[in-house]
C-alpha cells in the first residue's frame, strides 16, 4: 500500500530547461512534505520541504507546489543543470501522529547536454 | 561534524550467516531511522528510536531482523540468519525534533548482498 506514489521512474530534461517532478499521495493526515535527492552510493540529502498551510516553496531554483485537493505536489527545477541529474525522492509526513517520514519510490533525473 | 557514519560500506556474505551494521549518528541527534532500499519497495522505514528507545519497529520484515541503540552515539541492525532477499541497501538517519520538521541527515549506506 503505497501512501506516497512517484508514478515515473525516470525523466530526461534537456539542460536549461524546467524540470517537473510529480508526487501524488493518499493519507488525509500528511500535513508535512519534503524532496529529498540522491546521487548514486552516496545517502539522500534533504532539498525542500512545504507545510500543508502552504501552496508554494522557494529556494533557489527549486520550487515545490502543494495542491491539497488533489493531493498532489510538483517539484520545478528552473533551469535544470547537469548536476541535477539524480534520483529524486517524495516524502511525506503526519507530524501530529508521529516522527515517521514516508518515502515515494523515487524518480531518476537525467539532464541531457 | 562528520555527518551520520555507517559500516561497513559494502557487505558480501552467504546465506544464513549473520549480519550486522553499524551506525553512529551525528551528535546531539535524538532520533535515528534505519531504512531500506530496494528497487521493488524504493526507500522503506524499518525501525526508528527516539532518545535510544525503539518507538515503531512496524517495518521490520520478520524476525530475522533486530535493531538496538545501546547509547545515544551507536546504534546496529542485525539480521540473522541472512536470506538473498535480504540484498538490499541500508540507510541509517538520525534527526533532532528542533530542527525544521524530519529533516533527516542520511548516512551513504551499506550495501549488503547475501549469495
Known amino acids: 500500500d503505497q501512501q506516497v506514489k512517484q508514478n515515473s521512474p525516470s525523466l530526461s530534461v534537456q539542460e536549461g530547461r524546467i524540470s517537473i517532478l510529480n508526487c501524488d499521495y493518499t493519507?488525509?493526515?500528511?500535513?508535512?512534505f519534503l524532496w529529498y535527492k540522491k546521487y548514486p552510493a552516496e545517502g539522500p540529502t534533504f532539498l525542500i520541504s512545504?507545510?500543508?498551510?502552504?501552496d508554494k516553496n522557494e529556494d533557489g531554483r527549486f520550487t515545490v507546489f502543494l495542491n491539497k485537493s488533489a493531493k498532489h505536489l510538483s517539484l520545478h527545477i528552473v533551469p535544470s543543470q547537469p548536476g541535477d541529474s539524480a534520483v529524486y525522492f517524495c516524502?511525506?509526513?503526519?507530524?501530529?501522529?508521529?516522527?515517521?517520514?514516508?518515502f515515494g519510490k523515487g524518480t531518476r533525473l537525467h539532464i541531457l547536454p | 561534524d562528520a555527518g551520520v557514519i555507517q559500516s561497513p560500506r559494502h557487505e558480501v556474505t552467504e546465506m544464513g550467516q549473520e549480519v550486522t551494521l553499524r551506525c553512529k549518528p551525528i551528535?546531539?541527534?535524538?532520533?535515528l531511522f534505519w531504512y531500506r532500499q530496494t528497487m521493488m519497495r524504493g526507500l522503506e522505514l524499518l525501525i526508528y528510536?527516539?532518545?535510544?528507545?525503539?518507538?515503531?519497529d512496524s517495518g521490520m520484515p520478520e524476525d530475522r531482523f533486530s535493531a538496538k541503540m545501546p547509547n545515544a552515539s551507536f546504534s546496529t541492525l542485525k539480521i540473522q540468519p541472512s536470506e538473498p532477499r535480504d540484498s538490499a541497501v541500508y540507510f541509517c538517519?538520525?534527526?533532532?525534533?528542533?530542527?525544521?520538521?524530519?529533516?533527516?541527515?542520511f548516512g551513504p549506506g551499506t550495501r549488503l548482498t547475501v549469495l
Open positions: 493519507n488525509s493526515m500528511f500535513d508535512y
Open positions: 538517519a538520525s534527526s533532532h525534533r528542533r530542527l525544521p520538521y524530519n529533516e533527516q541527515f
Open positions: 528510536f527516539n532518545n535510544n528507545v525503539p518507538i515503531d
Open positions: 551528535s546531539g541527534h535524538d532520533y
Open positions: 516524502a511525506a509526513s503526519a507530524t501530529d501522529r508521529d516522527d515517521k517520514i514516508i
Open positions: 512545504i507545510s500543508s498551510i502552504k
